[in-house]
């Protein structure tokens, strides 16, 4: 593996406390993460590991926190994309996403996320109003990131099927239960999800997925090579996660386990996983 492949971070975060709370960081486990995390925390690590480019991913779900991303973004070279959130049930959801790409730094904005993953209802992706935001996210040239639990990727299958002009990016591999070791049913939806061509997978957040104090590289290989086989390397991009893998890794160490787990590709294909994949789904 050459030090001289470009390296995109397709997912990772930052917040302030300062300017508001992250009412998601609560009890013992998350408290490393309570604290204020900015661009000049993760510049330092990214380079060092030799990214060149990243995607800021929204944390929250408040209409502020998408200009303010932008805005870093277009005060950084570092920063290449944003996926923000708006309300997708909104009837003026094609108006905002207009006004956000008018906005300084507004050209970065690459994505729309919302937290599904917190959502009671496990077809929220299916209701009629969910769908209209999102056929005014592929309207925009924008793409649609997914937070989801294993539970839920039944419905992202449904929703990549009723939107084929919408590209779907699954999000920490749709959160595999790698810490208790179990591959089913995870692995037959994700396979399931990835048989649809306008999916495409992120090699991110196992670390946290797996036991955050003991976890291995060999930990993380069936749950990798699963979205490996499904999806393939020009479908796979590599996100570190940060600053919430630092639960349970450091960014260099991330950067490690997945460069250990596309080890066998060819060099082609670790630099599809590595950036091109991320470059050409998110217009890098």
């Known amino acids: 593996m050459t030090g001289r492949e470009r390296i995109v971070d397709a997912h990772h975060h930052v917040w302030d406390l300062a300017v508001r709370d992250q009412e998601w960081i609560i009890g013992e486990e998350l408290a490393p993460l309570r604290r204020t995390f900015t661009l000049a925390d993760l510049e330092p690590e990214a380079r060092a590991a030799g990214v060149y480019a990243t995607v800021l991913v929204q944390t929250v779900t408040v209409p502020e926190e998408t200009p303010e991303f932008l805005a870093l973004a277009d005060g950084d070279d570092l920063v290449a994309g944003v996926v923000g959130w708006t309300d997708l049930t909104a009837p003026d959801v094609a108006d905002t996403l207009a006004a956000l790409r008018e906005l300084p730094g507004g050209d970065r904005l690459v994505a729309i996320r919302h937290q599904v993953q917190e959502e009671p209802d496990p077809e929220w992706l299916l209701r009629p ?139 082609d294909e670790r630099q599809a996983v590595l950036a091109t994949t991320a470059e050409r789904t998110y217009g890098l």
């Open 129 to 267: 109003d969910v769908r209209r935001g999102l056929s005014a996210v592929a309207a925009a040239g924008l793409v649609y990131d997914l937070v989801v639990r294993p539970h839920q990727l039944a419905a992202a299958v449904g929703a990549a099927d009723l939107l084929p002009q919408l590209t779907f990016v699954l999000d920490h591999a749709g959160k595999p239960p790698i810490a208790t070791g179990s591959l089913r049913p995870w692995a037959d939806d994700v396979t399931a999800l990835a048989a649809r061509p306008n999916t495409v997978c992120k090699l991110s957040g196992l670390v946290t997925e797996a036991d955050p104090h003991s976890w291995t590289v060999d930990d993380l290989r069936p749950y990798a090579g699963t979205v490996l086989e499904a999806f393939g390397p020009d479908r796979l991009m590599f996100g570190s996660d940060w600053p919430v893998c630092r639960l349970a890794a450091g960014y260099a160490d991330v950067v490690d386990a997945a460069r250990s787990l596309i080890a066998g590709l060819s060099a």
